[in-house]
């Protein structure tokens, strides 16, 4: 399962594979997949394709270089006015994972305005404001050690979700919930 560039390594969820599409269903679609909760079997999250990665050796400091434009183009520092100044492509990574961060989880769902104040500061217009990797990763620490129980196991709800099917979610989500204890 792909977020692109960040996959998920779903065989430990399940164990007998998915189908491609419908994951729901077993390969042949023929009956429902057979899957674990991410707290029963918590998968594994890969950053993925480093077809456009550069090495800068540490040796030289912080790196200056052209930005890459990858797929998420809305950095400050690839838009036009600004593709030809050397910028820190690490700065530039911090705000493509932030992005994604929003894009995909924040914008879309419900029950993550705990990491928006973080995702702010990764996706700050000027680049060297931006927090380092170092900071990043010990900000997110601090922040899901403060977090309640109950809510790193509330159910994750899409904003667009249709209230029937959300009915049917949240009775499903207690069960599965309860045999978690």
Sequence with gaps: MCLSPIMMDARKKFPDGFHPIDIDFDYKRDRFARHWTRKERPPKYLLIDFGLSRFYDPKHGPPLDLPVRGIDRTAPEVQEDKYNELCNPFATDIYYVGNMIKMEFVDVRFGFDFMVPLITDMTQAEASTRPSIDEVVTRFETIYRSLSFKLLRKRIVA???????????????????????
Excluded at 161 to 168: F, H, I, P, R, T
Aim: with cysteine; aromatic share 18%.
């Design 159 to 181: 904003r667009k979700e249709d209230e029937g099917a959300s009915a049917l979610y949240d009775f499903l989500h207690f069960f599965r919930r309860m045999r978690c204890i």
